[in-house]
């Protein structure tokens, strides 16, 4: 993994000196000032076999220690260097030391993760306040969208306002020196959903849109590539974009398998694959977390374990409906198997889901995986030696009726608290209240041995990030850095490598021009106005001329298909969901009672599908151009079918797209740029053969099949 270029600083309360690394021992002389020269320190040099090397240090409300030449952050205040501040000695040394200081209440505030977003133009909201001092808190859920220029009049909502990557840069060094405040100085560590992709539907608590940063496809897109050196390098890109703007650590990447198709999340998944699965989750994790965390490093919440793409019926556990995961097919172990690869790529920290194991041998199987000792301690810890920590998804827990504790919703907090950290959760999602942990502590339900544990395994990723010595960053490096041009460049290659062509009846494609050596025109439908016309390719964009198509000679039609947000209650449910659960599908995906239309001629006159353009405008141009000169371009974010029924069968070509621009789409079809893509899933040829097929089975039956995975045509 290539390190961030990053200046080496000193700053202290008195003098905030900057200086390179390469001068900072002959600096140290002018600092002393601000330094305090402590003869009550353990160890001397000779106590360090190993090689030392200064660390960036940065502190802003607390001294600095002198010793030796080196510099220390005393974040006790104590004017002595403690064991937990002595980057020289070993971290479970360090850890150690920091646990035998906190008190019970430091100790709960570890075990809590909350959202945390910037208030505009990057100021502390007041929540800061009270999370960081009063709750003990220091690990945070960022979810400000990064934009180049922030639209101010733009509602909040639960994504925050829109900031600037300075802004994002500066907020988060705000945070960073509202934590260094606090008695024993504990950094703050914030995490994020996926923010670099293609993204036309984001969702709070889902994933983001891009914005500032550097645009790759979406994941089956990277998958789709079949290019490991190209995924690892878009690793390396939003890891060092991540660390520039102070964001720590991922939820994420989702080492789900895509199985089922009527499982909306398959659009953050990146193949039904295992082995193809293992493999992009290894080069994810050893490039953005590096052999070992660092300095340098973003570190990874893998998700959902044991895997979350057999879902029952297609529903997701966020909604009552979709609490159940089962496996037909017995293929358990298979879904299993990317998340063996992550343990082994030594990811930090492993997320358990929603859903319900149902009947699989690690009990209790009739609870939400997060509430299972067989799953979480049995299964990850005992069987396959997980180390790292494991983190609850947002809102398992909460009061009767509201939360998603599927199979204990009769349950109070209390009672979920207990069970979840006793089936082996360390850090409690969407939680801000420390003294509900620490009210198992006090009523017997909780040992204080058991809670050391889980702080000590949190603090283990916050010591080898390097945030005890610096964690601070560079608000106009940002700037500079965050969707650079030569990123985006690189990332614009991904995106035409991801595209997959999948049907080119009679060579179609490329399209070219006439032989007499006339203009073809080209008539688009869901294509944007920036895609420029050729001498060979006159492109008309049909919205704004409706008449085009009467003369077109070839017409390409980008599709895209979405689920607005559908009140519950105008859908029939059978178990009903508990009063205040889950009111609207607001996390994405259709309502109950469609999530079986996939057919994109079942999709027509429902209320939780849209298609864009619409079957009936699609229908259209292809009779006027004629259906063997139509190109279809189907953004599969889930895999959708391409039904008799529809017509869109007999399109001369079909295309998939899994997070590409207009751009990249065009490259392709006129042949500046020769498609390599191979599809990450199967796409079968009805709906029939999706309701057939077992939830956690990969594929179809050849004769269910349309594509099968790993198709892909090239010029």
């Excluded at 971290?91 to 035998?100: M, P």
């Excluded at 973003?298 to 374990?305: D, M, N, P, S, Y």
């Excluded at 990850?380 to 997980?386: A, H, Q, S, V």
Aim: hydrophobic share 40%; glycine share 8%; aromatic share 8%.
């Amino acid at each position: 993994m290539r390190p961030v270029a990053t200046k080496l600083k000193i700053r202290s309360t008195f003098t905030y000196k900057t200086v390179a690394r390469t001068a900072l021992l002959s600096s140290l002389a002018f600092l002393t000032s601000a330094c305090i020269d402590s003869s009550k320190h353990e160890g001397r040099p000779e106590d360090y076999p190993q090689a030392l090397e200064q660390p960036s240090i940065e502190t802003r409300s607390k001294p600095l220690i002198s010793i030796d030449n080196f510099s220390f952050r005393d974040l006790n205040n104590s004017g002595t260097l403690d064991t937990y501040e002595d980057w020289r000695r070993p971290i479970q040394e360090r850890i150690a030391d920091l646990v035998s200081r906190m008190t019970l209440q430091e100790k709960a505030g570890m075990m809590l993760i909350q959202t945390l977003n910037a208030a505009p133009e990057g100021a502390l909201p007041d929540d800061a306040y009270a999370f960081v001092q009063d709750e003990h808190m220091n690990r945070f859920i960022f979810r400000n969208p990064v934009v180049p220029e922030p639209d101010l009049s733009a509602l909040p909502g639960r994504s925050g306002a829109q900031i600037t990557p300075a802004q994002a840069a500066q907020y988060t060094n705000a945070v960073q020196e509202l934590a260094e405040s606090t008695r024993l100085g504990i950094p703050a560590l914030f995490k994020s959903n996926a923010r670099n992709h293609y993204e036309q539907d984001a969702r709070p608590g889902i994933n983001l849109s891009a914005g500032s940063f550097s645009t790759w496809p979406k994941e089956a897109g990277l998958s789709a590539t079949r290019d490991q050196d190209l995924i690892r390098e878009f690793a390396d890109i939003m890891r060092q974009e991540w660390v520039s703007i102070g964001l720590r650590g991922m939820y994420g990447y989702m080492a789900d398998l895509s199985t089922e198709p009527r499982w909306y999340r398959v659009h953050e998944t990146f193949t039904e694959d295992a082995d193809l699965a293992a493999e992009i989750i290894t080069t994810l994790v050893t490039t953005l977390q590096g052999d070992t965390l660092s300095k340098d490093s973003v570190a990874l919440t893998i998700k959902h374990f044991p895997g979350g793409g057999p879902q029952a019926g297609g529903g997701d556990p966020h909604y009552h409906f979709g609490r159940n995961q089962e496996y037909k097919a017995g293929q358990f172990d298979a879904h299993l198997k990317p998340f063996v690869a992550a343990i082994d790529a030594g990811t930090s920290s492993i997320m358990a889901y929603y859903g319900i194991p149902v009947d699989q041998d690690y009990e209790p199987n009739d609870v939400g995986m997060a509430f299972s000792k067989g799953i979480v301690t049995g299964l990850l810890r005992d069987k396959l030696g997980f180390k790292g920590y494991v983190n609850s998804d947002t809102g398992i827990i909460g009061p009767i009726g509201a939360n998603r504790a599927w199979g204990l919703e009769d349950k109070s907090i209390e009672e979920l608290l207990s069970l979840s950290i006793h089936a082996g959760t360390d850090v409690l999602s969407g939680f801000n209240s420390h003294a509900q942990i620490l009210s198992l502590v006090e009523k017997g339900l909780l040992t204080e041995e058991r809670l050391d544990l889980s702080v000590s395994r949190l603090l283990k990723e916050q010591f080898e990030l390097g945030l005890f010595e610096d964690p601070y960053v560079d608000p106009e490096y940002a700037t500079a850095l965050v969707g650079k041009r030569e990123f985006q460049a690189k990332a614009d290659l991904a995106q035409r490598k991801a595209i997959v062509l999948l049907k080119n009846d009679n060579s179609l494609l490329p399209l070219r021009g006439k032989a007499s050596g006339a203009t073809n025109k080209l008539v688009t439908l869901g294509i944007g106005s920036n895609v420029v016309s050729t001498e060979e390719i006159e492109i008309i964009n049909g919205e704004a001329n409706p008449d085009a198509a009467n003369d077109a000679d070839y017409a390409l039609i980008r599709v895209t298909v979405s689920n607005p947000v559908t009140p519950l209650g105008d859908y029939p449910m059978e178990p009903q969901p508990l009063p205040g659960m889950n009111p609207a599908t607001i996390f994405g995906g259709a309502a109950p009672d469609e999530l079986d239309f996939l057919a994109f001629s079942e999709m027509v006159g429902t209320k939780s599908w849209q298609v864009a353009p619409s079957l009936a405008e699609i229908q259209g141009i292809m009779q006027k151009v004629g259906s063997e000169n139509t190109i279809l371009a189907v953004y599969f974010r889930q895999p959708y079918v391409l039904d008799d029924a529809s017509g869109l069968k007999g399109a001369g070509a079909h295309i998939a797209l899994f997070g590409s621009d207009d751009n990249a789409l065009l490259d392709v079809v006129t042949g500046r740029f020769n498609p390599s893509g191979k599809l990450p899933f199967a796409l079968a040829n009805s709906a029939e053969a999706i309701l057939r097929q077992a939830p956690d089975a990969p594929g179809y039956a050849e004769e269910d099949t349309l594509y099968p995975f790993g198709h892909g045509l090239s010029y």
